[in-house]
């Protein structure tokens, strides 16, 4: 049978035994330890359920993107009435970890710019199952060291592409209490573009990383890391965009990801410890680039 109707691909029946096998794992994995399903609040229903510790994580969250340049002011009159429309709201969101901190996260409402942003700017390639079975069985054969692992704060170190000349500025429009947060955080900064629409605090910002939520941060965050894995030795498999390999002390390097989760296997755990496993390799390539 086919996943997809539409395709002429089908299910040989080892394929259709290693799914199988994997759901089983999957399953029995979560009755044995436990599922977590952490809800998310809007930001004025989380202060309500979590109060200073909610306020913490908020101003933890909006602090990082602030330090990050993540955006910057301007002024509602120098913005084009095409920007003003296109000018997304900021939503900020609360949740409580199972070790019940609290955690935000400010992310674009892009849900609404699907009017004007296509599928070819706004997908991303993910790694497809074979590759991930195929390499992993490679893997077990050759007695490899697997290593996995997140990329931090993935989408904000990416930065936004410079408008074309008439090319409207990516805006995004902050309001209420998260504009209060960032006038305590920088007064300077902030405190002469606060503007009132509707009785209704808004800040207007241009947005300068690819900031979670947006359609267009998927693509470009694969774009920027396609281009740090091709500047430490790695080549991009032909049939699989997400598939990369290189050669270390003669031995293959092979990565595979989706957006920022990656997979490494190497056959010295050394090559893990020393490279892979440093995450402030990756912090200094984002500063940079920013630079």
């Not at 120098?78 to 429309?85: A, Q, Y």
């Not at 941060?217 to 774009?223: D, G």
């Not at 010295?268 to 940079?288: F, K, S, T």
Request: aromatic residues 8%; proline residues 4%.
């Amino acid at each position: 049978m086919s996943p997809n109707p539409d395709e002429d691909v089908e299910y040989y029946t080892s394929l259709a035994n290693v799914i199988a096998r994997t759901m089983v794992y999957i399953n029995h994995m979560v009755r044995e330890k436990g599922a977590s399903f952490a809800q998310q609040y809007i930001l004025q229903k989380g202060l309500k359920i979590f109060g200073k510790r909610g306020q913490d994580a908020a101003i933890k969250e909006i602090d990082q993107l602030h330090r990050r340049h993540c955006f910057t002011p301007r002024s509602i009159k120098e913005m084009t009435p095409e920007e003003r429309r296109k000018a997304m709201e900021a939503l900020l969101l609360l949740t409580e970890k199972r070790n019940k901190t609290v955690k935000g996260r400010m992310v674009y409402n892009g849900k609404p710019s699907r009017e004007w942003i296509g599928k070819e700017d706004s997908a991303s390639p993910t790694a497809v199952l074979e590759s991930i079975l195929i390499t992993a069985v490679i893997d077990a054969k050759e007695c490899h060291d697997v290593m996995t692992a997140d990329v931090p704060n993935a989408f904000i170190q990416t930065v936004m592409p410079k408008p074309k000349d008439g090319e409207a500025r990516v805006m995004m429009k902050i309001t209420g209490v998260l504009v209060d947060m960032l006038v305590q955080l920088d007064p300077a900064l902030y405190g002469l573009y606060v503007v009132f629409e509707d009785n209704r605090k808004v800040l207007y910002v241009q947005v300068l990383c690819a900031i979670y939520g947006m359609l267009e941060s998927s693509l470009l965050w694969y774009k920027k890391f396609q281009k740090d894995l091709e500047k430490h030795g790695f080549k991009f498999n032909p049939y699989d965009p997400c598939v990369a390999n290189r050669t270390v002390a003669g031995k293959q390097h092979t990565v595979r990801f989706h957006m920022d989760d990656l997979m490494s296997s190497h056959e010295d755990p050394r090559e893990h410890d020393q490279r892979g496993g440093n995450r402030a390799e990756l912090e200094v390539e984002d500063q940079e680039d920013k630079r």
